[in-house]
């Protein structure tokens, strides 16, 4: 259906019929709601925003895998060592460095030499410190775990690094009670 400026555009000779059509199936094509088909411009805006959209996801499951792991690894230190501590009844106090401050634990004469041959280590766990045998801090140290003293480990450490030789000569003892 024209209008009647439409008929006296054509009459006019000023518009061709097909271009009366097009602007007719267009004006019917808005009434109805319907937007005529745009270019390659909004695929392309709709596959970006897929994409990143894709990405954004992958990088949260990725996030929320790491700290699943990490509550994985946690509960499995903790059941280590709730599973293979020793009781810790002594009248000595073993005093060790964590981080900047010198903590102590109470420990017996056996335990106290057991942890200066690397028998025995300390472990940090919950607010507290607990004792181990190797085998379990082995365990510990394969998750990652906060073992806090090992002289086990720290011997054999220093024999790797090449110390200065000059001072291989001064040996301090590991059970030395300050």
């Given at each position: 259906?024209?209008?009647?400026?439409?008929?006296?555009?054509?009459?006019?000779?000023?518009?061709?019929?097909h271009n009366v059509a097009a602007a007719v199936r267009e004006q019917n094509q808005q009434r109805q709601g319907k937007a005529p088909a745009s270019g390659g411009e909004d695929r392309v805006?709709?596959?970006q925003l897929q994409v990143e959209?894709?990405?954004?996801?992958?990088?949260?499951?990725?996030?929320?895998?790491?700290?699943?792991?990490a509550r994985e690894l946690r509960a499995q230190i903790r059941q280590i060592?709730?599973?293979?501590?020793?009781a810790r009844a002594g009248e000595i106090d073993y005093r060790f460095a964590d981080d900047n401050s010198i903590k102590s634990i109470l420990v017996n004469p056996l335990q106290r030499s057991q942890l200066a041959k690397g028998i025995l280590v300390i472990v940090q766990h919950d607010q507290g410190y607990e004792l181990l045998p190797r085998a379990a801090a082995d365990m510990v140290y394969e998750r990652n775990?906060?073992?806090v003293v090992d002289h086990g480990r720290t011997q054999a450490s220093n024999e790797q690094s090449g110390d200065d030789a000059y001072y291989q000569h001064f040996v301090v003892p590991d059970d030395l009670i300050w």
């Amino acid at each position: 259906m024209r209008t009647p400026l439409q008929e006296q555009l054509l009459k006019a000779g000023l518009v061709k019929k097909h271009n009366v059509a097009a602007a007719v199936r267009e004006q019917n094509q808005q009434r109805q709601g319907k937007a005529p088909a745009s270019g390659g411009e909004d695929r392309v805006n709709t596959q970006q925003l897929q994409v990143e959209r894709v990405e954004r996801d992958r990088a949260l499951a990725a996030e929320q895998k790491a700290l699943a792991r990490a509550r994985e690894l946690r509960a499995q230190i903790r059941q280590i060592v709730e599973t293979h501590k020793l009781a810790r009844a002594g009248e000595i106090d073993y005093r060790f460095a964590d981080d900047n401050s010198i903590k102590s634990i109470l420990v017996n004469p056996l335990q106290r030499s057991q942890l200066a041959k690397g028998i025995l280590v300390i472990v940090q766990h919950d607010q507290g410190y607990e004792l181990l045998p190797r085998a379990a801090a082995d365990m510990v140290y394969e998750r990652n775990g906060a073992i806090v003293v090992d002289h086990g480990r720290t011997q054999a450490s220093n024999e790797q690094s090449g110390d200065d030789a000059y001072y291989q000569h001064f040996v301090v003892p590991d059970d030395l009670i300050w």
